[in-house]
């Protein structure tokens, strides 16, 4: 007698987030609680100092450095790395939620050793359980709904980001990817000096950039630089972006594929971190 | 359906939004309605539909679902699965997911389930 039955298929994540939300009584209550969803999953927390137990980082060098958070399924328990941050510890929570409640995903670890799981899987459940851990922390679409009755700017999800208990770098992601008006973000990295550099105009590079849909269709789905460190005098031609919670009022330029250029209207933003900055569409008439 | 009052709530918000700093006689002109009628849409008596709705939407570059508040979906089957995994009993080999700036071989895998296991263990 068959003792199979199909994975549910037609499971959307954000139905998923919905339901555990709702189930573990933080549906419409900010910030999600993680205590909450983890106690209605029956599972536990734990807290490690992974670089520094000493039968693992003898054990496993390499990876205890590296480590964020761990789902042991077979325990029921969640392992954050105790040197996080709470907000990277809090992300990790719910990035390993995701991957108890996804359908295929525990059958998928279960199988999970190098040689049988391909990288491209391996990506493909972690991009599934970063995206249901943004659901859970923005609640699905109530983020998006809130954010978009506020003025189009880089203050609205600095303003909201601490409701949701949120760190302003998820927030903004989350801003754009969901918005319906034409906005942008490119994040810039800032990168490590040389000895003999010039410490006063500080080097940076695109670290990654994220369009909202109506952007994309218009304009472009992402930037790059054309070199591999930019002066952040060059990149941002104004000063005083590097205090923390200025908001500094810019242009950007971006190239045309065929000649030409985008001008935009951006602000730009730091965490202490990177620099973010946020583009604002339509394009600037000439 | 949503209650009739969220939705021109909603609309009316979300249509303030989008005006900035237009005058309202202004946008009404660029959509082709009375200033009387676009007044009442702002102020959440109304929500146009048909064409109006459409003009609306291509006067300000947006697609009608921006005005509307999301429907519920229907939540059973994954309220069932959900209910079934929270009750499923793992007691199978070690299986582990990492969330970590590089992917864990299957050795360091294991050390980690014992690690977590030792803890258990003693908790």
Known sequence: MANLKPVPEDLSPDEIAEVLLDEAGTLDVLPTSESNLLEYLGLKQMSFDFGAEPDFIGAAPEISSKLRAVLSVNHRVVATHSKLGAKRSRWGVFHEIAHFILPEHVEKLFLDDDKTLSVWTHNRLEREANSLAAELVFQGNRFTQESADFPLSCQTPLNLAPKYDASFESAVRRYVERHDLLCAVIVYEKCRALADEDFEDEKYKVHYSVTSDPFRRLYFAGVQSNSEFSRGSDIFQVHGVSQIGNIVRTELQVEKQNGGQWVFDSELFTNGYKVFQFVIGPEKQA | ?123
């Open chain 2, 1 to 123: 359906m949503l209650p009739a009052v969220r939705m021109t709530e909603h609309f009316g918000k979300r249509l303030r939004r989008l005006r900035g700093e237009r005058s309202q006689k202004e946008v009404a002109a660029g959509i082709g309605v009375p200033t009387t009628t676009y007044a009442s849409l702002e102020q959440q008596e109304t929500v146009p539909r048909g064409p109006v709705l459409q003009r609306v939407c291509d006067y300000f570059g947006v697609v009608p679902d921006y005005f509307f508040p999301p429907v519920k979906k229907e939540t059973s089957p994954a309220r069932e699965w959900l209910r079934e995994q929270r009750s499923r009993s793992f007691d199978v080999a070690p299986t582990i997911a990492t969330y970590s700036l590089s992917q864990a071989s299957s050795e360091e895998k294991e050390k980690l389930d014992n690690l977590i296991g030792t803890r258990v263990g003693k908790s």
